[in-house]
């Protein structure tokens, strides 16, 4: 029986590369994308009866919800959940819902679409979670709780990494406290850092096209090194029962989040503070 695999960000770069991977070794695919042509391109080139597409603007926290109770209608269970789309702004942004463009797609939008699908993923034998992080977390300035959640400041195309930097940090710490809440469950949680890529380098940047070529042409940035790693968190059997790691594409090993993202009472707060956000009941 083949296992239901839910990715998002699948249309582009690590995404992409992940869910031909996961094709290939019997999955069925579920996908979310903005772009409806994207979509359908992933779905001709992995095969139309392998890949099912949900449309959705992860800017837009109603479509996540949208979604999330769409695949979790369409499936009886789910075996993994990867959480990789994501956007480096070099600018800041606003979203329709008023929150700071790469909390909401990088953080809210995957914390969100987690909780929607928790129920079909315990109902798998054994379901994993995996959620792309970055090691640019390290770089990610002052994290305060909640205001990080909601402040729009602004910042330029270099200031903008310590910024993208704190919502993957965000990730990290949701990953820690998501692990532990799911503790004696048939679900794993697990975060990665994919390295640099060059794959969908700086799409703000007008640059960035002449700028992938001479990194692709130098073998900076190979994307197939992150996308193995996702695939090997979903996947690998060696990952079967690991719960609660951040690991990295540097010798795919597991590492330690910067501080604060490893302090599991900040990690609990930020929890608490996200369903507060959000509206969610307990």
């Known amino acids: 029986m083949r296992p239901t695999i839910v990715i998002t960000g699948a249309t582009s770069g690590l995404g992409r590369l992940a869910a031909i991977d996961l094709a290939r070794r019997g999955a069925r695919l579920a996908i979310t994308a903005r772009d409806a042509d994207k979509a359908e391109q992933v779905r001709q080139e992995i095969g139309t009866d392998l890949v099912d597409v949900f449309l959705a603007d992860f800017t837009r926290l109603d479509d996540i919800r949208r979604i999330g109770a769409e695949i979790a209608a369409r499936y009886d269970h789910i075996d993994v959940l990867i959480n990789n789309a994501g956007i480096h702004a070099f600018e800041p942004r606003t979203t329709p819902d008023g929150y700071p463009e790469m909390v909401a797609v990088n953080y809210l939008a995957p914390w969100l679409l987690t909780q929607a699908l928790l129920p079909a993923l315990r109902r798998a034998p054994a379901a994993r979670i995996v959620t792309v992080a970055s090691e640019a ?7 305060r709780l909640p205001q990080g959640l909601t402040e729009t400041v602004a910042f330029t195309a270099r200031g903008s990494s310590e910024h993208y930097g704190r919502s993957k940090l965000l990730d990290i710490m949701f990953t820690m406290e998501l692990a532990r809440r799911l503790a004696g469950a048939s679900v794993t949680a697990n ?14 940047l007008r640059f960035a096209a002449v700028l992938e070529k001479v990194l692709t042409r130098l073998g900076i940035g190979d994307p197939s090194r992150g996308a193995g790693l996702i695939v090997a968190l979903a996947a690998d059997p060696a990952f079967a029962d690991r719960t609660g790691g951040y690991y990295t ?4 090993r597991r590492t330690k989040p910067v501080t604060p993202g490893d302090d599991p009472q900040l990690q609990a707060t930020l929890w608490r503070e996200t369903e507060h956000l959000l509206g969610i009941r307990r």
């Open 137 to 143: 977390s390290r770089r990610h300035g002052t994290l």
């Open 191 to 204: 975060c990665l850092d994919p390295g640099f890529n060059t794959t969908g380098l700086g799409r703000e």
């Open 249 to 252: 594409v540097r010798g795919t």
